[in-house]
Nanobody, 119 residues
Framework: QVQLVESGGGLVQAGGSLRLSCAAS????????MGWFRQAPGKEREFVAA????????SYAESVKGRFTISRDNAKNTVYLQMNNLQPEDTAVYYC????????????WGQGTQVTVSA
């Protein structure tokens, strides 16, 4: 079992920045990848970024490339999402997720943190 707790969301003006954190606990040693997803009102959840747990291999949605950066601190069992130049379309609930194996399926999810970007 893995428990995930997100933090760092809030209200920011367009062009501003936020850094989200995802603290993982439990059996994190067997993790393969950590990811960030988001869901805006009335829309489906979408992929934002991911990082391998033991290698510096990252991936991003096209909509956030060049603005968002995912990173991790294995010593703290924490994954971060640095979000710069935020835009109103980035408004959503952001979720952290844990992928246990190479099978492309996220097994554990956090409760989410709200990010609201005003124009």
């Amino acid at each position: 079992q893995v428990q995930l707790v997100e933090s760092g969301g809030g209200l920011v003006q367009a062009g501003g920045s936020l850094r989200l954190s995802c603290a993982a606990s439990g059996d994190t040693f067997s993790s393969y990848r950590m990811g960030w997803f988001r869901q805006a009102p009335g829309k489906e959840r979408e992929f934002v970024a991911a990082i391998r747990w033991t290698r510096d291999i990252t991936s991003y949605a096209e909509s956030v490339k060049g603005r968002f950066t995912i990173s991790r601190d294995n010593a703290k069992n924490t994954v971060y999402l640095q979000m710069n130049n935020l835009q109103p379309e980035d408004t959503a609930v952001y979720y952290c997720a844990n992928q246990r194996t190479i099978v492309p399926k996220y097994d554990y999810w956090g409760q989410g943190t709200q990010v609201t970007v005003s124009a």
